[in-house]
């Protein structure tokens, strides 16, 4: 009996530890030489004992060791007490199973993450091709929408709606991209060919004339915006008869520009480095008869905008009114005319977007308009009031280039770029 409750007390041995109540097993040779285990128990209420054990309290320590024996034998059989042999076993499958689940979860959180992955991929890609697209409308000329569905690639606007364009909702803060450096370069030209033809010049050349002087005939090219910011032109052309003014342009590869005291138009081919054509603009005014109205012998200025060539000058028979001329852009013979019923020395300067005239109230005021508005589709003008900025006080030229979708101006030796924004009611195009 004594060693079957010593081999009972080695199972107890635990629960009691675990229930922090001191116990001891110890083993020695009884004074007959036997081997006794003796397990004993410190009372969790007693300090001391006192008198002799009563049967009560030997009654108390059997029902204590009975229900040891009792606890163990559960233990034994793999009760669910979570302790013990079977408990471990429990243990064991139940973290098994929390395995089990975890790496299923893991395993559909990686399918998912891929399934994003390829989502986000496929997203990119169309942006990008979203992007190539907008960029591709941006550097074609608009194509004209026909009301049967089809597309007019004629010159000849219809009903004054053209695809990419629409009206001149906003014009943006000025961009500084350099400042000269020079007197002559107070005021003067600075453009992009929007349509540029040749194997040497793209849409990212710059080309800038200074146009301070008596002989105005450098033309300085840049092989893109950084080195025009920077100051580095890659070549320096010399015109073979000077320029007046700051009505020149760039258009398919040629220069297009007023020859000083007259009212010759010349067209340089910038390729051949050659003259290709000139003609008299009829009636013009020049050196200084009908300018803008900060002067500058800015009697003739050509444009050039979605539908081509464009001169903007006024006549003695049109009293000072600006006339607008559709040029050819090979021969620059007048195609068309527009006379319209605003003084060009009553504006500071103007410029063609989507068939129409857009003129500028003022090349001082900081913060001035563009007040008015002629469209060559409907030969009708209109007062407008679309807020323009002359930051540096003097601005000597401004010309609209359809490509990048930019006013460029020089004003008071900075030659600066304006973001435009087009559109219609609930929509617009930037």
């Not at 190539?132 to 690639?153: D, I, V």
């Not at 480095?273 to 020049?286: K, T, V």
């Not at 209109?382 to 540096?392: D, E, L, W």
Request: glycine share 8%; net charge neutral; proline share 4%.
């Amino acid at each position: 009996m004594l060693l079957q409750m010593s081999f009972l007390c080695l199972s107890c041995l635990a629960v009691f530890s675990h229930s922090q109540h001191q116990a001891s097993l110890s083993r020695s040779n009884d004074p007959t030489g036997r081997c006794v285990y003796t397990f004993e128990v410190i009372s969790p209420q007693e300090t001391s004992c006192t008198g002799n054990s009563t049967k009560s309290e030997m009654d108390e320590v059997l029902t204590r060791l009975t229900l040891l024996e009792a606890m163990v034998s559960q233990l034994i059989a793999g009760g669910g007490s979570g302790t013990g042999t079977g408990g471990l076993r429990y243990n064991d499958e139940y973290l098994q199973e929390a395995y089990a689940q975890v790496t299923r979860e893991r395993n559909q959180l990686q399918l998912e993450q891929e399934r994003l992955k390829t989502q986000v991929q496929k997203l990119q890609s169309t942006l990008a091709e979203l992007s190539l697209e907008a960029e591709r409308l941006r550097q074609r000329p608009c194509e004209q929408t026909n009301t049967s569905g089809g597309t007019l690639h004629e010159n000849r606007p219809l009903r004054g709606m053209w695809a990419c364009c629409g009206e001149l909702l906003s014009v943006g803060d000025p961009v500084l991209h350099r400042k000269a450096d020079a007197i002559t370069g107070k005021y003067g030209v600075w453009l992009q060919d929007p349509d540029p033809r040749g194997p040497y010049y793209t849409k990212n050349t710059v080309w800038r004339i200074d146009a301070v002087g008596k002989e105005v005939r450098q033309l300085f090219i840049y092989e893109n915006i950084n080195q025009f910011s920077k100051g580095f032109p890659m070549k320096v052309l010399v015109l073979p008869e000077p320029m007046e003014s700051t009505g020149a342009t760039v258009y398919q590869g040629s220069l297009y520009y007023q020859r000083r005291r007259s009212r010759t138009l010349l067209r340089y081919n910038l390729t051949s480095e050659n003259l290709a054509s000139r003609l008299d603009l009829p009636h013009a005014g020049f050196h200084g008869q009908h300018p803008y109205s900060w002067g500058g012998y800015t009697d003739i200025d050509l444009a050039v905008d979605e539908q081509g060539l464009w001169a903007i000058y006024s006549t003695s028979k049109a009293k000072g009114a600006i006339i607008i001329s559709q040029l050819d852009p090979e021969s620059m013979k007048v195609r068309r005319s527009w006379e319209t019923k605003i003084r060009k020395n009553s504006v500071g300067n103007a410029f063609m977007m989507c068939g129409r005239l857009f003129t500028i109230a003022s090349y001082t005021t900081p913060n001035t308009t563009i007040n008015y508005m002629f469209d060559t589709a409907t030969n009708e003008g209109q007062s407008i009031a679309v807020p323009f900025m002359n930051k540096y006080r003097y601005n000597s030229m401004v010309d609209y280039n359809h490509a990048q979708r930019k006013l460029y101006a020089w004003d008071n030796f900075h030659m600066v770029t304006y973001d435009v924004r087009l559109g219609w009611a609930g929509q617009s195009s930037s």
